[in-house]
């Protein structure tokens, strides 16, 4: 591991204005390290990894995580053990950026979070030692490839946070939008909630959890969920509302 003053030698080497490929060749530090460096120059600990999960600190926001990561989440090891928690959120929703930042902190007050920037989106990241078993849905492959479904005591949790799962499930991979039609030469508009996954697992525990809450749904294709009654939009506006 290298010790900080190489690290601050390198990164000045780089804030002259040089190439990583130069500094990486001079220095004998691989790019992708000084890329990591610039982001946190700080090493991470090398956590002991307790086989008690802790659970989260707030229940209220890991089910509202938990709805972000079931959407755009996914979790990958590091070399030197715990792993990352990474949310996508697009760069359109700043308010979303810093609602997912909030609930990582509220449900893993440990555990810095930050932000890295890619094309048209971040990617909300973590690291810890405990994402896996606070997230047991993680495993290899896409989510829609395979089963997915909710531990007891996560379902728990949704139960009595439902709202909470709902607008984490909207937040990530769903939308509001404001749909016309003309009637007697008129135009009317009316608006409308959509969600789209290609999971029917995912899928369902959406639809499960807004039959409990009295939300009118229906399909609007395989992939597509379609919420357009006037109270249940309502109650969508009152409890999850657009992404900003």
Known sequence: MYDMATRRQALALVAEGRSLNSVSTETGISRSA???????????????????????ADQEAYVYLLGLY??????????HGGHHLRIACADAWPGLIAQCRAAITAVHPDSRVYILQRSGCVAVTSYGNHWTCLFPQH???????????LRPWQQALVDAHPWAFVRGLIHSDGCRTTNWTVRNGKRYEYPRYF???????????????LDRLGVGWTRANRHNVSIARKESVALMDLHVGPKH
Request: with cysteine; hydrophobic share 30%; net charge positive.
């Open 34 to 56: 000084l890329r990591a460096w610039k982001i946190r120059i700080e090493p991470l600990p090398r956590m002991v990894r307790s086989d008690e999960c802790p659970g989260p």
């Open 70 to 79: 079931l959407g755009d989440g996914c979790i990958s090891p590091h070399p």
């Open 139 to 149: 495993a290899p492959g896409k989510k829609h490839d395979r089963r997915i479904h």
């Open 195 to 209: 969600f789209t996954n290609k999971s029917s697992d995912i899928t369902a525990l959406l639809t499960t959890t």
